[in-house]
């Protein structure tokens, strides 16, 4: 059977029409991959799995809005399309608007994207403007643009970007048989965890599961004004993707928080990378720091007996999945920072044979 894409998979649920010109890139359909080595460590009859977005087309979960609002663009033939970002929503905006043929305009904070992200923005075709500032003074020049021109706002502020995303609750689902009971991921501007919990809402009120799952959303500790209570003015990890310091969504993702029974933390830098090297070196999944932040929110709640001490309600081991955002490559200026440069060896067979032990 082909694939086509999340509007195509989910169409029902999602603010389409025939009238609607799609315009994919076949993005979603992400495999659920069972995390061996995270179930084991957590010992506690529990099933980890993890959801690998970074395997979407542009390298994140974006691409899954991405089709719905530059689809929508089209069909409401708007002339062109613009986003603040932390990285990955200008690279797929980029992408969906080459695909259309929409100008696309990028506003993102000078030095402060991974380089992977701003090579993307750039070979689509993008006009990317690097600002003197970080997200949040950028998506607030991209609001007032689009409030006074003729022109698409395509962050998350735009609800055909939640229509999409949520489809990603849709495929666990599909893919459980059931919700998961808790559902573990980062947050930034706040629009995923948003997305996800509406995706779980409207399957149960399609009758496609019988119970909602836990949202467990993390942010980075230097970045953490949902934690917090306030914004952060100067927001800093070096999980750039989720270097936000006043979320868009924020009352959404409370909310998300409250009706679920969940939680909103933080996790330091230091976690981070903990994760992102677990999940590289034990699950062989690589992805960028913002998407480990989840898998180093999960271990912060085991070491605090979250898990255990949560009755079990049935015989089945509970199941969590952490959503892993966004690829590694996009980012492998950290990767190389994290470990460190290759060895440099002669080239024969004495001086290599010794370098590998035998
Ligand atoms: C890999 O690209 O905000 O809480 O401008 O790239 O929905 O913001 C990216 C966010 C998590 C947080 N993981 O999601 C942007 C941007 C990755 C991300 C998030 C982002 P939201």
């Given at each position: 059977?082909?694939?086509n894409?999340?509007?195509?998979?989910?169409?029902?649920?999602?603010?389409?029409?025939?009238?609607?010109?799609v315009?994919?890139?076949?993005?979603?359909?992400?495999?659920?991959?069972?995390?061996?080595?995270?179930?084991?460590?957590?010992?506690e009859?529990?099933?980890?799995?993890?959801k690998?977005?970074?395997?979407?087309?542009?390298?994140?979960?974006?691409?899954?809005?991405?089709?719905?609002?530059?689809?929508?663009?089209?069909?409401?033939?708007?002339?062109?399309v613009?986003c603040?970002?932390t990285?990955?929503?200008?690279?797929?905006?980029a992408?969906?608007?080459?695909?259309?043929?929409?100008?696309?305009?990028?506003?993102?904070?000078?030095?402060?994207?991974?380089l992977g992200?701003?090579?993307?923005?750039?070979?689509?075709?993008a006009?990317?403007?690097?600002?003197?500032?970080?997200?949040?003074?950028?998506?607030?020049?991209?609001r007032e643009?689009t409030?006074?021109?003729?022109?698409?706002?395509v962050?998350?502020?735009?609800?055909?970007?939640?229509?999409?995303?949520?489809t990603?609750?849709f495929?666990?689902?599909?893919?459980l048989?059931?919700?998961p009971d808790?559902?573990?991921?980062?947050?930034?501007?706040?629009?995923?965890?948003?997305?996800?919990?509406?995706?779980?809402?409207?399957?149960?009120?399609?009758?496609?599961?019988?119970?909602?799952?836990?949202?467990?959303?993390?942010?980075?500790?230097?970045?953490?004004?949902?934690?917090?209570?306030?914004?952060i003015?100067?927001?800093?990890?070096?999980?750039?993707?989720i270097?936000?310091?006043?979320?868009?969504?924020?009352?959404?993702?409370?909310?998300?928080?409250?009706?679920?029974?969940?939680?909103?933390?933080m996790?330091?830098?230091?976690?981070?990378i903990?994760?992102?090297?677990?999940?590289?070196?034990?699950e062989?999944?690589?992805?960028?720091?913002?998407?480990?932040?989840?898998?180093?929110?999960?271990?912060?709640?085991h070491?605090?007996?979250?898990?255990?001490?949560?009755p079990?309600t049935?015989?089945?081991?509970?199941?969590?999945v952490?959503i892993?955002?966004?690829h590694?490559?996009?980012?492998?200026d950290?990767a190389?920072k994290?470990?460190k440069?290759?060895?440099?060896?002669?080239?024969?067979?004495?001086?290599v044979?010794?370098?590998?032990?035998?």
């Open positions: 059977m082909h694939y894409g999340v509007i195509d998979r989910y169409k029902k649920y999602l603010p389409v029409s025939d009238k609607t010109p315009i994919s890139l076949k993005e979603g359909n992400t495999p659920l991959i069972p995390a061996l080595y995270l179930s084991k460590l957590l010992g009859d529990l099933e980890v799995y993890l690998y977005e970074g395997l979407n087309p542009t390298g994140s979960f974006k691409d899954r809005g991405m089709t719905v609002a530059i689809s929508k663009a089209c069909e409401e033939k708007v002339e062109a613009i603040a970002s990285g990955n929503t200008s690279a797929s905006a992408a969906y608007a080459a695909k259309a043929g929409l100008k696309c305009i990028v506003l993102i904070p000078r030095g402060a994207i991974a992200k701003l090579s993307q923005a750039l070979i689509h075709g006009v990317v403007l690097a600002l003197d500032g970080n997200f949040d003074d950028a998506l607030k020049l991209a643009i409030d006074k021109h003729p022109i698409r706002l962050n998350s502020l735009n609800p055909h970007r939640i229509e999409g995303q949520k990603g609750s495929e666990i689902c599909d893919c048989g059931e919700a808790f559902q573990v991921m980062p947050v930034g501007n706040a629009g995923n965890i948003t997305a996800y919990w509406k995706g779980y809402k409207e399957y149960k009120d399609a009758g496609k599961i019988s119970r909602l799952p836990k949202m467990l959303g993390f942010q980075a500790e230097g970045a953490a004004p949902i934690v917090r209570g306030h914004a003015e100067k927001p800093q990890t070096l999980a750039t993707a270097r936000i310091g006043n979320p868009a969504s924020w009352k959404m993702a409370e909310q998300a928080r409250d009706e679920s029974g969940g939680l909103i933390d996790v330091s830098d230091d976690e981070i903990e994760a992102y090297k677990i999940l590289a070196s034990k062989g999944v690589f992805v960028e720091p913002a998407s480990a932040a989840s898998v180093a929110g999960l271990l912060k709640l070491k605090q007996k979250y898990f255990s001490l949560k079990k049935q015989n089945l081991k509970p199941k969590i952490c892993l955002t966004g590694g490559l996009k980012d492998p950290r190389i994290t470990i440069e290759p060895k440099a060896v002669k080239a024969n067979l004495k001086a044979l010794k370098e590998i032990g035998y």
